[in-house]
């Protein structure tokens, strides 16, 4: 139960000064809350004796006061150190979560899912940093607090007599181990299935559009009322464990009272204790409620707090599974080659790149073509470092593929993926994003590249549109164009466009076509695509089928070879005729 807290003794370190100095006013705070019962048993024996006057009540009364500014004082201080400590581990863990997510590639994806991470990314960071606040306000007072009174209770009014009241108070601490244990176990379940919730949110949102197309918003929410309902059960069942510490806390507390009534009356019948000595010793019990109760509620949030911090562990323990330990540095892109390659998706049954022999020298434009679920992807994914690096010899330039630093890899390429990622910012932001510190001149010219120029001159704020979630939206041939200028304006040693043209129109794409032809001599480019107008023009075309190379060669050749990508074109070339007849966009 306590892991919790030596897992985060880490934090507990580096804010060392903000925690003693809280938990010393805490202590003090505490101190001072346990002489107030002493003063008012004083104040009663003054009065029972007859001795109390005008002098010794201003005497007690500026006691009280100073005693109630100094609690004041004193509490405000513990109050805000423990919990301004909690808002910095949750901003801490969330970096250092953020952090470890960024590092991750594919397969950690595919291990987890994205609604998952988003729960234990909050809530479960929340209940950690609930330990680190509440959860030490409790343990400190489950066990300081609780020592200092019944210490009180011991050297002012009566050793026996507190050993009588704590007494009943020893089985408690059996119901709370037992039902500590469930609560662990219920909280963990609970949290696995608001992780279910979160992912089926996402999901929902994500597809409202094809959810609504295809008239099934009863079935979703039908689902989603079965899951929340999951949730609410186990909830339920956390709640329901967790509602039996105070009633528990409430009767071995009545108990201890009923004992400190009588054999405290007897006491005082046999003129062991002043009537002053038992008043007291009822405050003092009166204030034991608490951090009895407090005793519940760090078992509680400690349980919970351990359930969670397996779960935020299980999330920054777990890795993607890659090595990465290459050293070379590299700036230039020579020739890359493949020589007898072979990879496999570790889920996948059958070899998805297969004996695959490739040469691409610097500067040549390579084209990927063939059916779905050829491998054209799976290749880039070869080159993106994104998956483990299959088997066979890949190298670029003089070194093995595997031997170079993975950022200095990525720094080299330009990607334009098939799903095209825009941030929720402006036109001009999403563009940098590819350089840091390019100009207004260098931005407009990677749009005229990506034939983005029209479309921006009828965009009213220009540059500074807003895109995405928050600002307009845009269509998919915009959103590819945007995509293509941010790779276009880093200039790469090589450019990845994996299906990147697919949502612009013929002549659209010519001129993309050639214009990154025209800025990327010397430099190397890969277009993967399903419209063979589009590698045309490249240096080197293979047609991928299964996982293997079936033809390759530049067009003409392949043309004269008479194979897949023969017909393809032809059929292409048919389709693209008519639709000049109807006299629709080419
Ligand atoms: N993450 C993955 N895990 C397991 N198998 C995968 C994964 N991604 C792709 N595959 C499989 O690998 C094969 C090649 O897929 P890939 O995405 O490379 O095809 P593609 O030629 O790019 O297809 P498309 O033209 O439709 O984009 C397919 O059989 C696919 O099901």
Redesign the pocket.
């Known amino acids: 139960m306590f892991d919790v807290i030596k897992k985060l003794k880490f934090f507990f370190k580096e804010n060392a000064l903000q925690y003693t100095f809280s938990f010393i006013a805490l202590g003090l705070g505490n101190l001072c809350a346990v002489l107030i019962p002493y003063i008012v048993g004083m104040i009663i024996d003054d009065i029972v004796n007859g001795i109390m006057n005008t002098q010794r009540l201003q005497m007690y009364s500026i006691v009280f006061i100073a005693l109630i500014i100094l609690t004041y004082l004193l509490d405000f201080s513990w109050v805000f150190g423990l919990f301004s400590g909690a808002y910095k581990l949750q901003k801490q863990m969330r970096s250092k979560m953020m952090r470890h997510l960024l590092r991750m590639r ?1 397969p950690y994806f ?1 291990r987890f899912r994205t609604g998952d991470l988003m729960a234990r990314g909050t809530q479960d960071i929340r209940t950690l940093a609930d330990t680190a606040g509440y959860g030490m306000e409790v343990l400190m007072t489950s066990t300081v607090y609780l020592g200092v009174l019944v210490t009180m209770m011991g050297i002012t009014v009566s050793w026996a007599l507190t050993a009588a009241t704590i007494l009943p108070l020893v089985p408690m601490i059996y119901v709370f181990r037992k039902k500590g244990a469930e609560i662990d176990e219920r909280y963990e379940t609970a949290q696995k299935s608001f992780s279910k919730v979160n992912e089926d949110v996402l999901e929902m949102v994500d597809g409202t559009r094809v959810i609504r197309a295809y008239v099934k918003e009863e079935d979703f929410i039908k689902k989603f009322k079965k899951q929340t309902e999951d949730l609410y059960n186990k909830n339920n069942l956390v709640a329901k464990t967790g509602a039996v510490f105070g009633p528990t806390v409430k009767i071995f507390e009545g108990l201890s009272v009923v004992v400190a009534l009588s054999y405290g009356s007897f006491l005082v019948a046999s003129g062991t204790l002043t009537v002053g000595n038992m008043i007291a010793f009822q405050l003092y019990l009166g204030m034991t409620i608490w951090p009895i109760i407090a005793v519940s509620e760090l078992i509680l949030i400690l349980r919970q707090g351990s359930a969670s911090m397996r779960r935020v562990e299980e999330i920054m323990d777990a890795t993607d599974g890659l090595v990465l330990d290459g050293q070379e540095d590299i700036t230039e892109v020579k020739d890359i080659q493949f020589n007898q390659f072979n990879f496999r ?4 049954e059958s070899v ?1 790149l297969e004996n695959l022999d490739l040469d691409l020298e610097k500067g040549k434009l390579l084209g990927i073509v ?10 880039i994914r070869q080159l993106l470092n994104q998956y483990p690096i299959g088997t066979g010899s890949f190298d670029m330039g003089e070194f093995a593929y595997q031997q170079y630093q993975d950022p200095a890899l990525r720094r080299m390429i330009g990607y334009v993926p ?1 799903d095209h990622v825009l941030f929720s910012r402006s036109v001009r932001e999403n563009i940098a994003f590819g350089k840091k510190e390019a100009t207004d001149e260098e931005i407009m010219a990677s749009i005229r590249n990506a034939s983005f120029e029209d479309d921006l001159k009828k965009m009213e704020r220009g540059l500074d549109t807003l895109i995405g979630e928050k600002g307009m939206s845009i269509s998919g041939g915009q959103k590819q164009r945007i995509s293509i200028a941010r790779a276009l304006i880093k200039d790469p040693q090589i450019l990845i466009l994996d ?1 990147s043209l697919s949502a612009v129109d013929a002549k659209t794409e010519q001129n993309i076509i050639e214009n990154i032809q025209k800025v990327r001599k010397n430099k190397t480019s890969i277009i ?1 695509t ?1 419209r063979l107008s589009a590698v045309k023009q490249a240096d080197e075309i293979i047609v ?1 089928d299964n ?1 293997k190379i079936l033809e390759r060669g530049t067009h003409d050749e392949l043309i004269r070879q008479k194979g897949w990508y023969y017909e393809q074109f032809l059929r292409q070339e048919i389709k693209s005729n008519e639709t000049d007849v109807k006299g629709e966009v080419k």
């Open positions: 594919a595919e998706y570790g889920s996948s998805n063939g059916k779905t679920g050829s491998g054209k992807t799976t290749l098939q299906d993967t399903h991928m996982g």
